[in-house]
């Protein structure tokens, strides 16, 4: 995605991850945005965690149960 100026800030490009639902539409009105490879090493760094896996299970065993999954796996936009 194109990120326009600002007064502190040059435009740039940087990428946008928002999970896709059944239908092939965005789940979410703005995605992730990762503006460099550094941060993007830092999320992994963050999602790799155990105790955060171990966290999600926990809330999905919490959560009520969805209609339908979210399930796009293999499925990339560029």
Do not use: C, Y
Request: aromatic share 2%.
């Amino acid at each position: 995605m194109k990120l326009p100026s600002s007064r502190s800030r040059q435009a740039s490009i940087a990428i946008e991850i928002n999970p896709l639902d059944a239908a092939g539409s965005a789940t979410k009105k703005r995605g992730k945005v990762i503006k460099s490879a550094s941060e993007l090493d830092h999320f992994n760094r963050i999602l790799a965690n155990q105790k955060l896996m171990e966290l999600a299970r926990r809330i999905d065993e919490i959560n009520p149960k969805q209609k339908e999954e979210v399930g796009t796996i293999g499925s990339n936009v560029f």
